[in-house]
């Protein structure tokens, strides 16, 4: 599911924005998730593993 | 109440869902302020610092991307938390804070080199060969060793002489030998600093 970051607009329905909203909050928990302990859970907040994507490549000594 | 990530559904009004929005918005508040600067704040989303939870195995990696974790080890002589970092690719996961720091130690650091010392270990005999236990994963790629005057009778002008014979995954072969005078045998130790993967 997207996540949607504008919404809802002061002049949204319901009806429009409960879809954007159920996506937000699904969007959330599985981005929150990723090297994290989940909501609910005991430890919930702290981190799993914390994986690093490779950043700019420093050259060796 | 828990986070609810299926809400709002189409058939539910604002009042039916407007509770566990609100109780959604909490819990992911609370867990967040749990390792991270808040929201609102200058640093927000940072970490002040970072609590790793115990993991039962390695974590994954990927191509281009490296983990830190934490682990249950024995490596210390004790069970304990140890951090782990595993490189990209599903490299070796590397446990760099246990260690040894005894006299006889050793330590691992991130990159895996294992670096290994025995001050004032005593050998065998004199003239003669000696086995020194040095368990690793591939063996070692440096072995210095150098005279230790455990307790000689008389000055310290022992003419101690040694050098390695052989080394291999578990263990570095010295020949030795110490000299006092006519003394051929006595007292006879050194100290090795090895390093090796």
């Known amino acids: 599911m997207p996540y949607f970051n504008n919404i809802p607009q002061a002049t949204d329905r319901l009806s429009k924005s409960q879809y954007q909203l159920l996506a937000n909050f699904a969007s959330i928990q599985h981005y929150f998730t990723v090297n994290h302990i989940d909501f609910d859970a005991s430890n919930k907040g702290k981190h799993s593993v914390l994986t690093m994507p490779l950043q700019e490549l420093i050259r060796c000594y | ?197």
């Open chain 2, 1 to 197: 109440m828990t986070y609810n990530p299926n809400i709002p559904q189409g058939n539910q009004s604002g009042a039916d869902t407007q509770a566990p929005m609100l109780n959604n918005f909490a819990s992911l508040k609370t867990a967040t302020d749990i390792n991270h600067v808040t929201f609102d704040l200058a640093d927000q989303g940072k970490h002040p610092f970072v609590s790793l939870h115990i993991q039962q195995d390695a974590p994954t990696t990927l191509v281009g991307e490296m983990a830190l974790s934490a682990l249950v080890s024995n490596l210390s002589g004790v069970q304990n938390t140890e951090l782990a970092l595993r490189h990209q690719s599903n490299a070796t996961n590397n446990i760099f804070t246990a260690g040894g720091t005894g006299f006889f130690g050793w330590t691992r650091l991130p990159s895996g080199l294992l670096i290994k010392w025995m001050n004032e270990v005593v050998f065998a005999g004199s003239d003669t060969g000696d086995t020194i236990d040095f368990v690793a994963a591939t063996g070692p790629r440096f072995v210095e060793i150098y005279a230790a005057f455990v307790s000689p009778s008389g000055t310290n002008t022992g003419n101690f002489t040694s050098y390695i014979l052989n080394y291999n995954i578990n263990a570095i072969t010295v020949w030795s030998t110490l000299r006092y005078g006519a003394d051929t045998g006595s007292n006879n130790a050194g100290n090795i600093l090895a390093i090796g993967i």
